[in-house]
T-cell receptor
Framework: GENVEQHPSTLSVQEGDSAVIKCTYSDSASNYFPWYKQELGKRPQLIIDIRSNVGEKKDQRIAVTLNKTAKHFSLHITETQPEDSAVYFCAASAQTSGSRLTFGEGTQLTVNP | GAVVSQHPSWVICKSGTSVKIECRSLDFQATTMFWYRQFPKQSLMLMATSNEGSKATYEQGVEKDKFLINHASLTLSTLTVTSAHPEDSSFYIC????????????FGEGSRLTVL
């Protein structure tokens, strides 16, 4: 089955700096890669996703890149703000697996004012 | 946007009792729902895939007799934790797939179960 690894597990940045979180996946059939933000005790919220037919997607301060050959994808947050502090999860799924999502271990992002 | 509602959000029960958690898609029909368990400071672990009108598909290591899943309608899936024990204490989250939104998953608010 799919295995998703995520790094780093914790990330602390100064307000205004950029943050990058990286994930690798094992199943070459995976074709959907969402990123979720989860605040303490709350549900995961989709912040951006990318499908395997594109290499990059951007939405305001958030961007995701995908390298299918290397089987890795990354989340980039620019001009970070304290409200960006949360746990971020990457995930991957393939049509062949019934579109079940496999999550990475999560990254605790702290943006210091 | 799509709304998935989960109930109850908090539940405390005695060891040996059963607890039922409901997951409802409020404004769309969901043929497929997923149940996840999340321990503190850990990732979401898929427990089972709930298919409307058929038996759930459980992930390896998840006891189907302990975690009963019923998906009787296109808007409701239930997870029943039977004979709960303290080690079952966790955050349980459901999600529903909305095909007309390119298969995007929408999560419920989660249910925190504490077994005394």
């Amino acid at each position: 089955g799919e295995n998703v690894e995520q790094h780093p597990s914790t990330l602390s940045v100064q307000e205004g700096d950029s943050a990058v979180i990286k994930c690798t996946y094992s199943d070459s059939a995976s074709n959907y890669f969402p990123w979720y933000k989860q605040e303490l005790g709350k549900r995961p919220q989709l912040i951006i996703d990318i499908r395997s037919n594109v290499g990059e997607k951007k939405d305001q301060r958030i961007a995701v890149t995908l390298n299918k050959t290397a089987k890795h994808f990354s989340l980039h947050i620019t001009e970070t703000q304290p409200e960006d502090s949360a746990v971020y999860f990457c995930a991957a799924s393939a049509q062949t697996s019934g579109s079940r999502l496999t999550f990475g271990e999560g990254t605790q992002l702290t943006v210091n004012p | 946007g799509a709304v998935v509602s989960q109930h109850p959000s908090w539940v405390i029960c005695k060891s040996g009792t059963s607890v039922k958690i409901e997951c409802r898609s409020l404004d769309f029909q969901a043929t497929t729902m997923f149940w996840y368990r999340q321990f503190p400071k850990q990732s979401l672990m898929l427990m089972a895939t709930s298919n409307e009108g058929s038996k759930a598909t459980y992930e390896q290591g998840v006891e189907k007799d302990k975690f009963l899943i019923n998906h009787a309608s296109l808007t409701l899936s239930t997870l029943t934790v039977t004979s709960a024990h303290p080690e079952d204490s966790s955050f349980y989250i459901c999600s529903a797939r909305r095909w007309e939104r390119r298969g995007e998953l929408f999560f419920g608010e989660g249910s925190r179960l504490t077994v005394l």
